[in-house]
Every structure is written in structure tokens, then in C-alpha cells.
């Protein structure tokens, strides 16, 4: 399964990303900075979605279940006429809800299709191939677009917290990769920028961590010191006891997923994924840090 593969091979657990367990209600948004899809990408979504019923349907849905569908896993009406601007089918519908929806949205429905596409493929008997030869590699390059709104890696979770000289080039580095579209080679020294943040943000409150102080331990530190300094809200301080987990689980991957060792890399979509949490992490604590100034 698509999602499954993404989250479990990695061992991340998910940060600020929607998921599309049933039990969820999804506050459908607009967003203006959501990207416009590409007709080739648009062409890619639509021949996924041609197996098994053919060009301009999606999947195995009649219009009853694709209703049932969306308004079950993600409180959607896809019979809303905002979603029919571009014609009434059920393949103009998806495309123009996938183009109108916020990112982490867009991407939840697309992994929920995938899945179900794959489930269609394992248990089809007497049911010709599909039409189009579509790769898992590019529909996840397709979700990772939709997800993040651009092909381009944000660097902007990496600063110069200090001055050093070795900080300066890890950084570039890391930038160079990014900027490559390699965040699977970015994973390595991604994880030493982090002991050094967290190593450095202990410091400054006058305590100090072992050379060989885990990653996690140390972001455990951290959020002990916060919590000394002052009262959490209770977002915070959840957010914070959840880094501890996706830092420990980012041990795991510098280990035997980078090329700190001699290790199969990450696929690139799944470094991708796992680099934007990360990211979204380094950018919480430099809010919850400008938060300690301005008290």
C-alpha cells in the first residue's frame, strides 16, 4: 500500500499531515497557493484512474459509491457543481477537486485512490491488463507535488545558528542536495545539522549533552528545558514530546538508510517525505524559541 510504505518503511511518524482513516472529518479548504497541476500530470491522474472501467471514469466507481466515497473518507460532496466547472464526469470532477483542494487534502485522496487501485490490480481475475502503464514512482511524485505545491525543496528550515565555519559548509551541502532534487543523499548530513541545532539550543541554557548523545535524547532535553522555563500549551507540549519520536525514528534512517554507512538508500519520494517533516519540525522549534525572547 502506498501510504503504508511510506510511513512504515520510514518509521516517521506523521507530523502536521492529514491521514484518511474513516474516523477522520476533513475540513475541506480552498487554498490559493495550491499549485496548478500540469497537463501531463493532469494525463497521469486520469490513466491512473482508467483501470478497470476505461478513459473518464475513475476506478471501479459507479456515481452512487464515488459519492459514498468522498463524503465517507473525507466529508466531500463531489456533487457540489463547484467540482463540475470543467464537465460532469467523474474523471473532470476528481481533477477539478484535486486542482481546488489544499495540498495535504489533494494528497490524501490521491494515496486513498492509489491504495484502492492497487487493490483493484491483487484481485483482478478474468480482467484485462490495464490500459496504461502506470509507475508507483510517478504518482507518488505526482502526490508529493500536490502535497508541497511545488518540485522545488524548501530550504528555509536550515540556518546558520552559529558561527562555525563547519555549520556553514554542512549547510551548503545539505542545500546542494536538496536543490539537486536528491533529498536521499541529504539524509546523512540533514541528521548532523540536527544534533548540532539541538546541542546548540541546549547550550544556550547552560546545558550540556555527550558527543554521543543520541539525537532524540537530546530533543528530549530540550523539551524538558522548555517546559522548565514556562508553561506549554498543551499543542506545544504534545508537539514537542512527538519530536522526540520522529527524531528517535530519524536515528533509524541516518543509520541504515543514509550514507553515513555502507546501507540501501531511502528511495527519493520517501526521503522527500521524510526531509518535510523534518523540516516542519526545525520550524516549530524556531517558533516555540522566538516565543522565549518575546517573554
Known sequence: MLNSKIVHNCNIPLVGRACYATSETYQFAYNSLMPKLKRSQIRLLEEAMAFPNGWGYVLDFSDRTIA??????????????????????????????????????????????????????????????????????????????????????????LEPFARDRTLDELIRDIERDLQANKPEAAM???????????????????????DNEALHARVGKYRK???????????????????????????????????????IILEPEEARYVYEQIRAMLIFIRAVEAGRYEE
Open 68 to 157: 459514498e466515497f468522498f463524503e465517507d473518507e473525507f466529508r466531500i460532496d463531489i456533487d457540489d457543481p463547484k467540482f463540475s466547472e470543467n464537465g460532469t464526469s467523474k474523471r473532470n470532477r476528481l481533477t477539478t477537486l484535486i486542482t481546488l483542494a489544499d495540498g495535504a487534502t489533494g494528497a490524501s485522496i490521491l494515496r486513498a485512490l492509489w491504495e484502492r487501485r492497487e487493490g483493484l490490480l491483487s484481485r483482478r481475475v478474468g480482467v484485462q491488463e490495464p490500459q496504461f502503464d502506470i509507475s508507483k514512482e510517478d504518482f507518488l511524485k505526482l502526490i508529493g507535488y500536490v502535497e508541497t505545491g511545488t518540485d522545488v525543496i524548501n530550504t528555509d528550515a
Open 188 to 210: 546523512d548530513h540533514l541528521h548532523t545539522y540536527c544534533m548540532k541545532k539541538f546541542a546548540h539550543l541546549l547550550s544556550t541554557r547552560g546545558i550540556t549533552c555527550g
Open 225 to 263: 528545558a522548555i517546559a522548565d522555563e514556562r508553561d506549554l500549551s498543551d499543542f506545544t507540549d504534545r508537539a514537542l514530546k512527538s519530536a522526540i519520536s520522529l527524531f528517535d525514528a530519524f536515528n533509524d534512517i541516518r543509520n541504515n538508510k543514509s550514507f553515513a554507512h555502507d546501507n
